[in-house]
């Protein structure tokens, strides 16, 4: 696969890395999720890019390489249940039923064959998997960002804060989350319900957009950072800098995302 020629390192940020305390303890960590304990990482400069990859940037990816993604080669991904207009017969996740498996759900048809993406080109492309994410780095010339680098990346310069803003979640909302009584009722009062543009929120510190809420980001180990805009604090609060998620590395959602590092 040839790398993709029109995208330089100046499109990513630069970030000088150093040392900082990485992880959460209690009351807010999830102990399963193995984000404690607190402990103190060094790191050596690297560049990560200002947001998640969108849908025209993997389309033009598509269109480059021919790529077939995890979910296109299995016939079918998970769809939030919301999203789906008929969920008779359909199966859900037993243990989160809120996920239905919708044939022909794909990166370029989000919410199954009679959807696209082009009234969302900047939006973050989801429904792929770890082994796509990766299969985008190699041809772009990058790399998935390390679980250290892209939580150094989101705290923005703060200390143990839980968000890339602060500690407190204050409206006007500062990231794309769940409002409402989840999973049945979305009110959007953030404009959103579903995936919002890569920029749509202000950036921390470093310039970079929506390191939490949106979607979970892989990074280079089969983990999701950063929670998603079904995170409601009811139930999971993972839209936090040191929340993580593990997943099957052949998976894919409605959810899941990624951006790339160098």
């Keep these: 696969m040839g790398r993709d020629p029109t ?9 000088a890395g150093g040392t900082f305390l990485m992880g959460s303890e209690a009351p807010y960590a999830w102990p399963e999720d193995g984000e404690g304990p607190v402990r103190s990482v060094t790191l050596a400069p690297f560049a990560i890019s200002p947001t998640a990859v ?11 390489t021919g790529h077939v993604t995890e979910a296109q080669r299995y016939g079918w991904s998970f769809v939030f249940h919301l999203h789906v207009k008929d969920t008779a017969g359909l ?18 048809h989000p919410e199954g064959p009679k959807t696209g993406y082009e009234n969302r080109k900047d939006h973050p492309v989801v429904h792929v998997a770890h082994t796509d994410a990766l299969a985008y780095a190699e041809w772009s010339g990058t ?56 920029d749509a929120y202000a950036p921390n510190a470093f310039g970079l957009h929506n390191m939490v809420g949106n ?19 009811s139930y999971c609060n ?25």
């Excluded at 199966?91 to 370029?108: C, H, I, K, L, M």
């Excluded at 979607?215 to 604090?233: F, I, K, M, N, Q």
């Design 7 to 15: 995208l330089d390192v100046m499109d990513l940020v630069t970030l």
């Design 215 to 233: 979607v979970w980001e892989w990074t280079a180990a089969p983990v999701t950072r950063g929670g998603s805009y079904l995170c409601h604090d």
């Design 91 to 108: 199966q859900r996740a037993v243990a989160a039923p809120w996920w239905v498996a919708v044939n022909g759900a794909t990166w370029d």
């Design 54 to 64: 969108t849908n025209a940037e993997f389309a033009r990816f598509i269109a480059a």
């Design 143 to 198: 790399r998935l960002p390390t679980e250290a680098e892209w939580e150094l990346a989101a705290r923005g310069g703060l200390v143990q804060k839980r968000y890339p803003w602060g500690d407190e979640l204050v409206e006007p909302w500062p990231c794309n989350i769940w409002q409402g009584t989840f999973p049945d009722e979305d009110t959007g009062e953030d404009g959103y319900r579903g995936t919002a543009p890569v």
């Design 238 to 262: 993972r839209y936090r800098v040191s929340a993580r998620n593990a997943l099957h590395p052949a998976s894919s959602a409605g959810n899941v995302g990624f951006r790339v590092a160098r």
